[in-house]
Structure formats: C-alpha cells, structure tokens
C-alpha cells in the first residue's frame, strides 16, 4: 500500500473542514428556519385570536345597541303621531331630526353585525330560484317612503327578457339596497336608475346608476373599505357609516360575484354588482 502524500492529506484535511463548517452553517440557518416559522406561526395565531375577539365585540356591542335604538325609535313615532297631545312647527322638525339620526344608526349597527359575521364565517347563504321582477318590485316599495326629494326620480328599468336567478335574494337585495340608498343620498336632482342585464352566458350585472356629486378617480378603490369617507364638502355634509359598500363587496364575494364602480366626478357614479345566474354550493365551486 503506498503511503499517502502531504499534499493529499492537506487537501483531504481542508475538505473535511469546509464540509464540517457547511453542515454547521446549515444546522444553524434550520435553526433559525425553525424558530422564523415558530414565530409566524405564534403571530398567526395572535391574529386570528384578535380578529375572532374583534368580531365577538362588534357583534356583542351591535346587538346591545338595538334595545337603546328601538326605544328611541319607538319614543319618536309616538311623538310624530301626536300620541300625548300636538307638536309645534319646531318639534315636528326635531323629533323628524331624532328619527332620521336613529335610522341611520340602526343602519349602522345592522352593518356592523353582517360584517361581524362574515369575519367569523357564520353567514349562511341560502339560494333559490327567483325572478327579478318581483326583487325589483319589492325594493320600489321599499323605497317609496324614502323619496323625500320632489327633484330625484328613482327608476326601476323592467327586467324584461332574462331568466330567473338561482342565488340568495335577500344577500342580493341588501347589496342593491346599500347601493340605492348611498347613490339617493349623494344625488340632489336628476335621477337614480337602477337595472340588470346579461354579462356573458352564465352571469347578470346590476347597475345602480346616479346624477349624483360623483367620485374622484383616486378614491375609487377606497370607496369599498370599511368605514371610508371621500373627502368633499358634499361627502362631509351627507355623511354615513363608510360600512355598506364594504359591507356590499363581501356579501357579493359570498354570491359568487363581484362590485365594481364607474365614476366621474361632478357627473355621476354608477355602482354594479355582478352575479352568476346559478349559484353553486360552496364545496362544489371551482377554485
């Protein structure tokens, strides 16, 4: 056997040293793999425990609030019926005034349990076969007390020619609803048009279009997160809640769908929600 040379035995010696310092790097950098995924894993966790504690409040304190607003309610309805004897000119103005603050927290409060709901997955959707003729007579006699400005016309465009949907229309009308009320809000004369149409072969589009003040373009895609205002005079003066248009992209998620916005600013704005004519079950939906 011939002995080996020092060059070898060198060059042997620095591979197994380079080879030890390798595995000793890759032993440390798993190391610190491990703990980085330990320490996501722990945020995850904090996150989740926080969000589910964030819903349990909202709808904790949304149910408390309905006790203190029904009363409120119902006290200011007895006032307007004279119930206990006439009001002044001033008093009918004021009691109008509590009614219209406590409908919009009512509003609010609604809002702030569906949202509540979604974040802890305990929406339940529930489709049926319906025609959009009776969706849209429903919601025109929902808002006929509501048309308070003599120069806003709100037109319902007959859904003539399409078929049924198979889809939840109360999770539908409430998108809708959401929809109306802000563009009624934001328009003082012309008119609020609502309407539906084909988009493809398998979906419809509602629209709900305004003359209203309109939406800057950088604003557009604020619009549909929670509790966003845009900033202009007419916004500061018509204030809402900044919930029902994001709470109309979740629910519209939820059909299947999605919302979107065309808006110029000065002009008008038209706000659609798109939904497949057929919902599927959620565990038969194509990813």
């Known amino acids: 056997m011939n002995p080996s040379h020092p060059d070898e035995d060198s060059a042997l010696a620095r591979a197994l040293a380079e080879s030890a310092e390798l595995r000793a790097e890759l032993e440390e950098t798993n190391r610190g793999v491990v703990a980085l995924y330990a320490e996501l894993d722990a945020q995850a966790q904090q996150l989740q425990k926080a969000t589910e ?4 409040f909202l709808a904790y304190m949304s149910h408390e609030f309905r006790t203190p607003i029904n009363s409120i309610r119902s006290i200011a309805r007895l006032l307007r019926e004279r119930t206990d004897g006439p009001l002044t000119d001033e008093q009918e103005k004021q009691v109008a005034f509590i009614q219209a603050s ?3 927290f009512a509003e609010m409060v609604d809002d702030l349990l ?5 974040e802890a997955g305990r929406v339940e959707i529930s489709p049926a076969w319906f025609d959009m003729v009776d969706l849209f007579q429903a ?5 006929k007390p509501m048309l308070t400005n003599p120069e806003v016309n709100l037109v319902f465009e007959a859904p003539d020619g399409l078929p049924n949907l198979f889809t939840d229309d109360h999770k539908l009308s409430q998108i809708l609803r959401n929809f109306i009320s802000n563009a009624l809000k934001f328009t003082q004369r012309g008119e609020v048009r609502v309407a539906v149409r084909r988009h493809g072969d398998g979906a419809v589009v509602f629209s709900v279009s305004d003359t209203g003040i309109g939406i800057a ?8 997160q929670d509790y966003s205002q845009v900033n202009s005079p007419a916004q500061k003066r018509l204030r809402g809640t900044g919930l029902g248009l994001a709470l109309s992209k979740q629910l519209a998620g939820l059909l ?3 919302v979107t916005l065309q808006s110029t600013l000065g002009i008008g704005s038209v706000f659609s929600v798109v939904v497949p004519l057929q919902l599927h079950p959620p ?3 194509e990813s």
Not at 114 to 118: Q, V, W, Y
Not at 139 to 143: A, K, N, P, T, V
């Open 114 to 118: 569906d949202l509540a709901k979604i």
């Open 102 to 104: 406590a409908a919009e």
């Open 53 to 56: 504690l964030k819903s349990r």
């Open 139 to 143: 919601l025109r006699g929902m808002f």
């Open 256 to 258: 299947g769908g999605e």
């Open 217 to 224: 373009p950088e604003f557009h895609a604020a619009v549909f």
């Open 283 to 285: 565990e038969s939906r």
